[in-house]
């Protein structure tokens, strides 16, 4: 059996306050009357609910009983007694005539010592779970302008999946209810509100500017965090979803526009598989350095940063540039960085450097770049305006952007990690110029320098570079990722 | 008689030497004269002998970080094939120290065309890739060693594609886009 239970914020004041009881008989509500801000119900009404017996004892004292256990209560006392143990309320009892008041609590701190079942109270909700059901406490909340990105929260942990249903975004829980609480939104260009769907989804409204979604879920202490960002569509585009794009690589792609801020960022750990990359004399292989460190820059932007890092490859496994770019684009990641380590001819060449994309004949070649946008058809329904991009020139439309990621980087470098002499850059290089965001290739240093690759391996390194790569993706968000393309 | 024999098989020698030189060599120099700027095949002559031109070679510098340009003699050879043919062999020839190559020893040069348009295709032995040390900054310096010398002392080059045993690669060593032919790049040059 299914249960629901939806307690809409802000509704509160329209309908009579009332408490929700779930239980494997159903679910039905039990008036509340407020009093000083406390909560409280009726002992007759909890009677009834939960098959319980009252008598009357000397002294205008009650007693509340069930399968033979009992509960002492007495009037004007904040007190009652269970078994010769006292157990406290908020506040006292009152007695009007043959009705009796005892606040909310009397079921979480008495009630629940003498009954069979389980008593869950979810006081702000005004949700009373009787035995053993899934129904984790749902909340949600909007956050930031154009682009906004809705979080949501489960707790217990609760697996959650994500499905768009023409104007809307279906969250649907693995739950039996929902102890779900929903804002007052107001409507934006991307999201209309959000409304509880029996009976165990979360429906957001989306607005007519709504491009496309992504969705990711990060489990917390107690509980499951699902992160939702939405995307705007195109100026003139039709609103509908981004079509998925299928991996790697036509010569034409269809690639969804750029979006402003950070929330992806893909982190590609060069090499992989047969192909070790450079091997130092010490015997450090360049693919185990890159992947170990990749997985310490992630660990440290998601942690600190809440910006989700996309590995390319999470073990020691070939993946083609093609690939690598294909994922980055697919997660519609809004930065690339690539992490190597370098070899020269010369011992002693030493330094880190960015490097980032060049083209042959650029201005000539970025006049090509685009084909203009197609009216294409949408996953879930409608038309879309898509930008057409010849996929190995992705790259171009971002050169400027991709400068500026690499200037961040090597201030963000300077006087904590070795720099080359030249440190920064541009190259025809493969796996950037398929990348539809800003990209550059970090070459942390020289493997061929052995004082170098001894420092490469050192936890001193690489926390320092990290906590560099870290402080340069934090300034790119807060100056250039947040500008207009 | 043994002399008039020995003329005239000498004179018949002579013709079919001629013929052959005139096949495998006249004709397609004059082709690539006549074309301007090249021949679709490579010649199998070698360069005229002792004559020389001066050619910039590109050599590791170093820091290692970068190329050195070195004014060298490299054999004369007929037209833009040819000479294109004798400035590639010069740049991937092994060299004593203090010079270091960026080209992976062993490295044999198989064969060039040049279009029309000037984009030279330069074929190598399997070496170049199997034989490389990976590293983006060593790819660049071996990719740019060999366009650089090409484009860089014949006008007639405008770009250069790579190519190993007869097929377009990738990469050589996971970085350096070579599926597209390569324009003369002087910031990676000291």
């Given at each position: 059996m299914l249960l629901f239970a939806v307690n809409p914020a802000g509704g509160q004041s329209a309908a009579p306050p009332a408490l929700t009881i779930l239980s494997k008989d159903g679910r039905r509500t039990v008036p509340l009357t407020i009093s000083n801000d406390q909560e409280l119900i009726l002992l007759d009404d909890l009677a009834a609910a939960f098959q319980l017996t009252t008598r009357d004892e000397p002294f205008g004292a009650l007693t509340v009983g069930y399968k033979g256990k009992t509960i002492l209560l007495t009037p004007d006392q904040p007190l009652v007694s269970i078994a010769g143990r006292l157990v406290s309320l908020p506040t006292a009892p009152t007695r009007n005539g043959r009705r009796v008041l005892v606040p909310v609590e009397f079921i979480s701190r008495a009630l629940t010592l003498i009954y069979d079942t389980r008593l869950d109270l979810r006081k702000p909700s005004r949700l009373l779970i009787v035995?053993?059901?899934?129904v984790p406490r749902v909340t949600m909340r909007v956050e930031g302008g154009d682009l906004p990105r809705i979080v949501v929260d489960a707790s217990p942990r609760t697996e959650s999946s994500v499905s768009q249903q023409n104007n809307s975004l279906l969250i649907k829980f693995e739950a039996d209810a929902l102890d779900l609480s929903i804002p007052a939104l107001q409507p934006q260009p991307l999201v209309q509100g959000a409304r509880f769907v029996e009976p165990v989804t979360l429906a957001i409204d989306l607005g007519p500017r709504f491009g496309g979604f992504r969705a990711s879920t990060q489990p917390l202490e107690t509980s499951t965090r699902l992160t939702i960002d939405l995307m705007s569509a195109l100026p003139d585009a039709a609103p509908a979803s981004v079509p998925p794009s299928t991996p790697p690589p036509p010569d034409l792609s269809v690639l969804s526009a750029p979006a402003n801020g950070l929330r992806v960022i893909a982190i590609d750990p060069g090499h992989g598989g047969d192909d070790e990359g450079v091997k130092g004399?010490?015997?450090?292989?360049e693919k185990d350095l890159v992947l170990t460190v990749a997985r310490r820059i992630k660990a440290a932007i998601e942690a600190r940063l809440g910006i989700r890092v996309l590995l390319?490859?999470?073990?020691d496994r070939a993946v083609a540039l093609a690939t690598r770019a294909a994922i980055a684009n697919n997660n519609k990641a809004d930065l690339f960085i690539g992490l190597h380590a370098n070899a020269s001819f010369r011992k002693a060449a030493r330094g880190a450097s960015i490097l980032y994309a060049a083209f042959a004949r650029e201005p000539e070649q970025s006049t090509r770049a685009s084909l203009g946008s197609e009216r294409l058809p949408a996953f879930g329904g409608g038309m879309r305006d898509v930008d057409l991009v010849f996929w190995d020139l992705a790259q171009i439309r971002y050169i400027a952007r991709s400068g500026e990621l690499a200037a961040l980087l090597e201030e963000q470098f300077h006087d904590r990690i070795p720099l080359s002499a030249h440190p920064v850059d541009r190259a025809p290089l493969d796996v950037l110029e398929?990348?539809?965001?800003?990209a550059v290739i970090l070459?942390?240093?020289?493997?061929?320098n052995e004082e170098q690759e001894a420092q490469m391996n050192g936890p001193e390194f690489q926390s320092t570079l990290v906590q560099a790569v870290f402080d340069a993706v934090v300034r790119f968000r807060d100056t250039v990722g947040s500008a207009p393309r | 008689m043994i002399s008039r024999q020995a003329a005239i098989i000498g004179g018949l020698a002579a013709v079919a030497a001629l013929t052959i030189w005139v096949l495998f060599a006249g004709l397609p120099r004059w082709y690539g004269r006549s074309s301007g700027r090249s021949g679709a095949v490579a010649p199998t002559t070698a360069a005229v002998p002792g004559r020389k031109i001066k050619a910039s070679l590109f050599y590791v510098s170093d820091d290692g970080l970068r190329l050195t340009p070195v004014e060298r003699d490299v054999p004369f050879g007929e037209g833009t094939v040819e000479q294109a043919r004798q400035i590639i062999e010069a740049q991937i020839a092994p060299v004593a120290e203090p010079l270091v190559s960026a080209v992976p020893a062993g490295t044999k040069l198989r064969t060039i065309f040049v279009t029309p348009n000037g984009d030279a295709f330069v074929d190598f032995s399997r070496e170049l890739v199997a034989g490389h040390t990976g590293g983006s900054t060593n790819e660049l310096l071996t990719v740019y060693s060999l366009v650089n010398a090409l484009c860089a002392n014949l006008p007639a080059v405008r770009s250069v594609e790579l190519l190993v045993d007869g097929k377009q690669m990738e990469t050589l060593a996971g970085?350096?886009?070579?599926r597209q032919p390569l324009e003369k790049n002087l910031a990676w040059v000291q």
């Open positions: 035995g053993e059901w899934r004399a010490g015997g450090t292989k390319t490859r999470e073990d398929s990348a539809n965001m800003p070459e942390m240093g020289y493997l061929t | 970085h350096v886009d070579l």
